[in-house]
């Protein structure tokens, strides 16, 4: 198993920006509901915005498997909403004071033992219940 999971999640967890970045590629991608980032500079602004609002934010990895250059992680990230967060839809949502613990999924595509691109799936009503938000009804 690429220990680059590991380390990225240790990474995430501790906040430690430098260690986060020594496990992509200078050009790796990351793909999630808010936002794709691409390289290190947005990488870096993508990890910053996610701690910025949450910034007790943990990573609980349940599980990973393994076939060839792709890792799988199923996990659950859990957080105080303590600052601004970009939610899916492109707006902000400023402090809620909530905590949330919400699942998740990543898609890792390893090669050399650096993530050279990254798919990040969570429940997204699951996350936006537990901070408050409402769906529009149906008109």
């Not at 198993?1 to 200078?26: F, K, T, W």
């Amino acid at each position: 198993m690429p220990d680059v999971i590991d380390r990225l999640m240790s990474a995430i967890n501790a906040h430690d920006q430098g260690a986060l970045m020594e496990c992509y590629v200078p050009e790796a991608v990351i793909v999630a509901p808010e936002m794709q980032a691409e390289g290190w500079d947005e990488i870096i602004a993508f990890r910053g915005h996610i701690v910025e609002g949450f910034p007790d934010l943990r990573v609980t990895v349940w599980d990973k498997l393994v076939c060839d250059d792709s890792v799988v992680v199923e996990g659950t990230v859990t957080g105080t909403h303590t600052g601004p967060f970009l939610l899916a839809e492109g707006e902000v949502l400023h402090a809620t004071g909530r905590s949330v613990s919400v699942r998740c999924c990543w898609v890792f595509t390893v090669e050399h033992d650096l993530i050279v691109s990254q798919r990040g799936y969570y429940d997204q009503l699951e996350c936006y219940s537990q901070l408050g938000l409402k769906l529009p009804a149906p008109e």
